[in-house]
């Protein structure tokens, strides 16, 4: 498990992939969010979850390559299924999370009232460390699975 931040004049916007998991919590920053073989526009607030290995780049708009854009600004939580071994997810206490994780394959776009809480909640993951960072990852996969409203990808 590995927390990011990304802070510079515009988001990495080289197509890449990679076998972990990611969410991305937006502070600063603005463009298109193109995953698989969606397009998504991104600002600040926004929270995104990619699936292992779907090609994705975050397009920042054109003002953020000028000087006097004041930058961007986000935090990612890398993880991969197996982080808490192989069979973590399929206890009785978190199939759920496990559900979230498989519907999650190609990605999503939280939005709806806990958007917000779960923005905050990633944006100060930044600064913690040991235990607390497991304990706090669990409490927003938590969060996530309870938000009814989301964007899903029409990949899935």
């Avoid at 997810?89 to 978190?94: A, G, Q, R």
């Avoid at 040991?130 to 938590?142: A, D, G, M, N, T």
């Amino acid at each position: 498990m590995r927390v990011q931040i990304d802070k510079g004049p515009h988001f990495y916007d080289h197509l890449h992939y990679h076998p972990e998991f990611q969410i991305t919590a937006i502070k600063k920053g603005e463009g298109i969010l193109y995953h698989g073989n969606d397009m998504v526009r991104f600002k600040p607030g926004d929270v995104f979850i990619l699936g292992s290995n779907i090609p994705h780049l975050m397009k920042s708009s054109k003002n953020y390559f000028s000087s006097k854009s004041g930058g961007v600004y986000s935090v990612s939580l890398f993880f991969n299924r197996n982080t808490f071994g192989k069979q973590f997810f399929n206890i009785p206490e978190l199939t759920n999370i496990g559900s979230l994780l498989q519907n999650c394959k190609r990605g999503i776009s939280l939005s709806g009232g806990l958007r917000k809480e779960v923005n905050d909640q990633i944006l100060k993951m930044s600064h913690v460390r040991e235990e607390e960072l497991i304990i706090r990852f669990l409490k927003i996969l938590s969060t996530i699975r309870k938000i009814g409203e989301f964007y899903k990808s029409d990949n899935q």
